[in-house]
């Protein structure tokens, strides 16, 4: 049900794109539910969407422009802007500038940066973040289908009978997805699942089958695949009409080694055997497959897979490629990329050229691609780029050998930073920072990744002085001299001019176009699948005509060979660092990070390392872990567990320096890229691996905002404060460190055992705990979830580090929604007789909101019942 | 029937006599005690000091219940000497016979010997007769009352004796309060403690004399600062043995009657036990290893096998609202490792002192509860490096498991019970 002051708005997080139903609380919070008219999610809801509630707001908000780090009116900051681009490209041309911008930016704010930059400053340098997240999977769909079209729908996934999952954590990275194939799969227990995936995740939970491929070798899985289907006689041969290049990719395909994936024979053959033998397969795929020098490629190799049984755009089949942010697929379709145009038109074709810049009345527009993400760091390092300006991204932590990123921004002419908050590393270096709204503010549009749009509608107002990107990028755009063409005074005139240059694109019979969108009621607009034709109509599922959209009208089988990741282990760097992303955060934390709910979960940076590897190392299970690359190093909290491979690391991606002192996992990726989508390989770099070799460990719960100085920190936020992690590799004055810690608040309650080097304090001000602090020498053993529970509390017996008999430490927690911890819910299977996800549901709610976490229950139940079984 | 005399009446007679009639009885027993009355809970007598009890309430063993028993009780009479020659105790009244003799005299208060000592109102603190003294005048005819003596004795008395209305100064020679079972920041949270109800505390006291007029005390004379006034002076500055009787009879002295660790006396037909006696170089005047040798002289007078192992002893003070507790060698030393726990805002403190893996000692000043497991612990020597982490917070913060493992015998194969759990 919704009332009056119920807004139908768009999650701020994955490509999933689910609908939410926001309701503001007049106080400036909101209250957060799942759309159940949402075609995307029906109501459902992950962790992280489930807790936006708590990101928005003003806390860490940037209010005013700042130039130079002092704050400034808007007229000076802008005209800076404008002044400081239009002067570096009299002097050096269009190339010296560029945008860097966001998929988490709507479609309206890409449109009119794009434009900005290709028709009116005249030069491709417009890259995204979606760089790092899908550029090989449009470049893949371009090589094979002529246009960045992903063929599918949601609902294939549960029409499905078999579901592929390559590189592709989808209950942690997608979890509604996850939840919807999880649901089918309750419902018809033969849609069979195969996990493909050098980890085991949480997804692997719900996998029949799981194939633990070594890292950057789903190549040639592939295409032994592809070699198979037509070896067992699956080619589908009335299909073939469609498609050209199968002979090639088939020989490239038979010669691929298949020893180099280290898989069992039996697990691969069975793999072959469910995927010949199943009609409806639909393969996901995500950033395992894209973030490689080979990723390109390795989409490829699934198509052509598709591609040869003629499974495409046909219920419950098909390629499907999922994506990482909210907007990736709103900037593919208005072009905001390099080497993209708009609405899925080539740069490098003149006519194409020619109809966008018409339409625009542009001056210019560029006949070569521009820099691409790595590469247009790379220029701004050697001093070609003079003036950059970064939307609503975070390049310092996200993009590769991100050390050099820093360096390179610093000795930059001219940084502009649009951002929420001046706090995130890339702001600290930018030379004008422009206060943007954020989530809760903007309006606009998003499309997810089977190509809906949905509208994201304002909630809030803006905090403080802040702008909409739109706005800010068109008043550039006029004080740089384009008064007509950035003349926009809402987001829905900016989409509706989107919508008709889609209809001067739909000339050249592509797939996207949303002409019959050109009228539609922009604010009552629903949930809307492209394409939508001049005439209205709507297409649901590409290619189950054979009509491609290359100039043959045919597919293109890919003919690809093995790569190997680019860098190689070696003496000195003998671990291969995979990275990813984890359930309750997103991104670099700038929102979920700002979530006490969504930071408990995992609230400390960490390295996955195999047990085999860490006895090797000498690595403390609960101890530090020092990681080195070439490009920079990062200290990491150990977690020893068998489900990454020997030989593999893997860290999440999204500690800052704002959360910890080492985390930036960036700062270890070496910044290798696919060759032709330019996407980095974020999953394949090499490191060395040591014990952190720390003397004192510290653990710290604080009410106020501490900045600690050592060695290591890293800290989490908490209900009403933080909580920390600390230590050191040189001795610690004790007293001092309690006094940066405690902040000299209250009278202080101590634990001491000199002789083992424990400290402890509790800082209790008006009769109530504002911060306790544990040091010893070994890495703390400590009930954490208590302890952090003890703020505001007045029991200084905390300093136990445990609850005391009668009141039961909850552990770790599992269930982010309602707070439920591990021990709480082992101790309810095993006195309750628990037996499924559902029981546990039933007694604890652990699991019954955004279910998130129901991959975790059923390993804990199984656990249970294995002990059970050993009784 | 063998004749079995026990000279005094105290807590030691009156348990040693509870295990001998336990067991079939071979003995016909004569008991003599100096005060008018059986065995009464001396331990009890602050809480009656402060009101918080009446007399009545603290005997244990009256001239009934020893009748009962077939006990010749000889209350109220003095014994004038023993003839171990002879086998004759000889009391105010009659001499006996015995074939076995229990001396169980205890101790008596230590009046120190200055200036002013015999004045009318110095009174030690150690019987009925003192505590009825305090009673009656405290708050009534004397309101000005110094205690000399900061240990346990005198910290209760001065709390009775506040309690009772009286302005009361602690005068104590040492640096800090019950030193002989606190450490100095225990001492200073009790310090503040007892000032705060209004107590004065005078520490590192040098006491020159104590003032008198016509007789009677009127003040005390104490170094370094203004004298003090004061109707009454209780002593409470340790204990004296009763060994009078022991010496006279001929019995090996050492700082008290000297005994074997069958509390056997020089004299193999007398046993001695209590606050009179001296064992393996050690003196007793607390109440639990007092009651252990009660029962090693009553199986040794039954003819069985026993001897005396001196234990670790805990103390609790018992003044209401300042809990304390020690047990052990809580003040370090050589090889030892404390675990400190101060909270100044709950006035709670600990510390458990450590050897070799091993409690040997514990403080504790606020939360008591925990005192009497720091004390099993202590004697049951257990291993405590699993739990040495919260061990200062006391068992609720154990891990169940761990925890019935530290108390498990030596054969317990504890490594493998662990390994399965």
Redesign the interface.
């Known amino acids: 049900m919704t009332t009056a002051n119920d807004i139908r708005s768009t999650c701020a997080y994955c490509g999933v794109g689910c609908g939410i139903i926001a309701t503001p609380n007049g106080d400036g919070s909101i209250t957060v539910r799942g759309d159940t008219e949402h075609p995307a999610n029906l109501g459902r809801l992950c962790s992280k969407g489930s807790a936006l509630g708590d990101t928005v707001g003003t806390t860490e908000r940037l209010l005013a422009p700042l130039v130079k780090g002092k704050s400034a009116e808007w007229d000076e900051a802008l005209s800076l802007v404008a002044n400081k681009f239009k002067a570096a490209i009299a002097e050096h041309g269009p190339d010296s500038v560029a945008f860097y911008v966001s998929g988490q930016l709507l479609t309206e704010d890409y449109y009119v940066a794009n434009k900005l930059m290709k028709g009116f400053i005249g030069s491709a340098n417009i890259d995204t973040n979606s760089r790092l997240c899908m550029a090989s999977t449009v470049a893949g769909h371009k090589r094979a289908f002529g246009t960045d079209t992903v063929p599918g729908i949601y609902a294939d996934i549960e029409q499905a009978d078999l579901v592929v999952l390559v590189g592709s954590n989808l209950a942690w990275c997608h979890p509604v997805l996850y939840q919807r194939l999880a649901s089918a799969k309750a419902e018809r227990p033969n849609l069979k699942v195969i996990n493909i995936d050098p980890r085991r995740t949480a997804t692997s939970d719900i996998a029949d089958l799981h194939l633990p491929v070594r890292i950057g070798t789903d190549v040639v899985l592939f295409n032994h695949l592809l070699a198979q289907i037509e070896e067992r006689s699956a080619i589908d041969a009335s299909f073939q009409g469609h498609v050209s290049g199968l002979d090639k990719a088939l020989e490239a395909a038979r010669e691929s080694d298949l020893s180099v994936c280290g898989l069992d024979p039996r697990d691969v053959e069975e793999f072959v055997q469910s995927f010949v033998g199943t009609e409806k397969v639909v393969t996901i795929f995500s950033q395992g497959v894209n973030q490689s020098s080979a990723g390109t490629d390795k989409v490829n190799s699934i198509i052509n897979c598709h591609l040869a049984t003629g499974r495409i755009g046909k219920k419950g089949m098909g390629p499907f490629s999922v994506t990482g942010q909210p907007n990736a697929m709103g900037g593919r379709e208005v072009g905001g990329l390099a080497n993209m145009l708009a609405c899925h038109l080539d740069l490098e074709v003149p006519e194409h050229r020619k109809t966008v810049q018409d339409f625009w009345k542009a001056e210019t527009i560029p006949e070569r691609a521009g820099l691409k993400a790595v590469d247009m760091f790379k220029a701004v390092a050697k001093g070609k780029i003079k003036a950059i300006w970064i939307m609503c991204t975070n390049p310092i932590v996200s993009l590769p050998e991100a050390d050099g990123i820093r360096a390179a921004l610093e000795a930059c002419d001219f940084v502009v930073v649009s951002d929420l908050s001046a706090e995130v590393e890339t702001a600290k270096v930018a030379d004008v920072v422009l206060p943007a709204t954020g989530w809760g503010e903007k309006d606009g549009t998003v499309t997810n990744s089977d190509r809906i749009i949905s509208r994201q509608r304002q909630l809030l107002p803006p905090a403080g002085q802040s702008r909409h990107d739109w706005d800010i990028i068109s008043e550039v755009g006029r004080r740089m001299g384009w008064e007509e063409a950035f003349s926009y005074a809402s987001p829905a005139e900016i989409f509706k001019e989107f919508a008709e240059l889609s209809a001067e694109c739909a000339l050249y019979g592509r797939d996207f176009d949303i002409s019959g969108l050109v009228d539609v009621d922009y604010e009552e607009m629903l949930p809307t699948r492209w394409p939508v034709r001049a005439d209205g109509s709507q297409t649901e599922r590409f290619f189950a005509d054979g009509a491609f959209f290359t100039p043959s009208g045919k597919a293109n089988a890919v003919s690809v060979t093995f790569r190997d990741a680019v860098t190689r282990r070696e003496p000195k760097y003998p671990y291969r660092l995979n990275t990813g992303r984890i359930r309750d955060q997103w991104h670099t934390m700038t929102r979920s990070g700002l979530s006490a709910k969504l930071s408990q979960h995992l609230p400390e940076p960490f390295v996955e390392i195999h047990p085999t590897d860490a006895t090797k190392l000498g690595i403390d299970p609960k101890g530090l872990v020092e990681l080195t690359a070439p490009s920079g190093t990062a200290i990491l909290r150990a977690r020893v567990t068998d489900k990454v491979l020997q030989g593999d690391l893997f860290v999440p991606i999204h500690w800052t320096d704002v959360f910890a002192s080492n985390g930036r996992v960036d700062a270890l990726v070496q910044a290798v890229v696919d060759p032709i989508s330019g996407q980095p390989e974020s999953k394949a770099s090499v490191v060395a691996a040591k014990p952190f070799e720390a003397i004192w460990h510290g653990f710290a719960v604080t009410k106020s905002d501490v900045a600690p100085k050592c060695d290591y920190w890293s800290r989490a936020r908490i209900e009403d404060g933080w909580r920390i992690e600390l230590a050191g590799r040189t001795s610690c004055d004790v007293e001092e460190l309690a006094c940066l810690v405690l902040g000299g608040q209250g ?10 080097g ?1 400290a402890r304090f509790a800082a ?1 001000d008006e ?1 109530k705990i504002v911060g306790v602090l544990f040091i010893g020498r070994e890495p703390l ?1 400590l009930s954490k979830e208590f302890i952090s529970s003890s703020l505001g509390s007045m029991d ?2 905390v ?8 009141m039961p430490d909850p552990g770790p927690t599992v269930c982010s929604c309602f707070s439920v911890g591990v021990n709480t819910i082992l101790t309810a299977i095993q006195e309750g007789g628990l037996m499924s996800v559902d029981d546990i549901g039933r007694a604890l709610r652990a699991g019954t909101n955004c279910g998130s976490c129901k991959p975790e229950l059923a390993v804990l139940l199984a656990q249970c019942q294995n002990l059970q079984a050993a009784e | 029937m063998k004749k079995l005399v026990v000279i005094g009446a105290g807590m030691a007679s009156g348990r040693l006599l509870e295990h001998l009639t336990e067991a079939t009885s071979q003995y016909e027993v004569t008991i003599f005690n100096a005060e008018p009355r059986g065995t009464y809970n001396r331990i009890m007598l602050s809480p009656v000091l402060s009101g918080e009890k009446l007399l009545d309430e603290i005997i244990t063993h009256n001239a009934e219940w020893y009748e009962a028993r077939g006990i010749t009780c000889r209350f109220g009479e003095k014994v004038v000497g023993i003839d171990p020659q002879s086998k004759t105790v000889f009391g105010e009244k009659g001499a006996t016979s015995y074939d076995k003799l229990v001396i169980a005299t205890g101790s008596s208060s230590f009046i120190i010997p200055i200036e002013g000592h015999t004045l009318d109102g110095v009174i030690g603190y150690r019987d009925v007769e003192d505590t009825q003294r305090m009673v009656d005048t405290a708050g009534k005819t004397a309101f000005d009352i110094v205690v000399i003596g900061g240990g346990l004795l005198g910290l209760e008395a001065a709390a009775g004796l506040h309690a009772r209305g009286a302005r009361v100064t602690v005068l104590h020679n040492m640096p800090y309060l019950m030193n002989r079972q606190l450490d100095e920041a225990a001492a200073q949270i009790l310090k503040s403690a007892i000032e705060s109800r209004g107590i004065r505390v005078v520490c590192d006291a040098n006491t020159q004399k104590i003032l008198g007029e016509n007789g009677k005390v009127t003040g005390i004379q104490v170094e370094g600062i203004d004298p003090i006034n004061a109707d009454l002076v209780v002593m409470a500055a340790g204990i004296r043995p009763n060994v009078e009787l022991g010496k006279a009879a001929g019995l090996e002295m050492g700082r008290a009657i000297k005994v074997n660790h069958s509390l056997q006396t020089s004299d193999p037909d007398i046993f001695a036990l209590g606050e009179c006696i001296e064992c393996n170089g050690e003196m007793f005047g607390l109440v639990a290893p007092i009651f252990d040798q009660a029962k090693i002289v009553a199986e040794r007078l039954l003819g069985r096998q026993a001897t005396f192992e001196s234990q670790e002893v805990s103390t609790k003070l018992k003044v209401t609202g300042c809990d304390l507790f020690s047990a052990g060698q809580f003040d370090g030393g050589e090889g030892t ?10 006035a709670n403190y600990r510390k458990v002192v ?1 050897k070799d893996d091993r409690v040997i000692g514990a403080v504790i000043y606020g939360d008591t509860r925990d005192g009497n497991w720091f004390f099993d612990l202590i004697q049951a020597k257990a291993e405590i490096s699993e739990i ?3 061990l ?2 006391g068992p ?3 891990d ?1 498991d761990l925890l019935s493992a530290l108390f498990a015998t030596e054969d317990t194969p504890n490594e493998e019970l662990r390994a399965i759990a």
């Open positions: 009278e202080v309650v101590s634990y001491t055992d000199e002789a083992s424990i209790v009769g053993k200084p017996l300093l136990a580090g445990r609850p005391s008999q009668d | 490792e404390a675990l400190v726990y101060k909270d100044p805002i709950n450590i040495r982490e919260t200062v917070f609720a913060f154990q169940p």
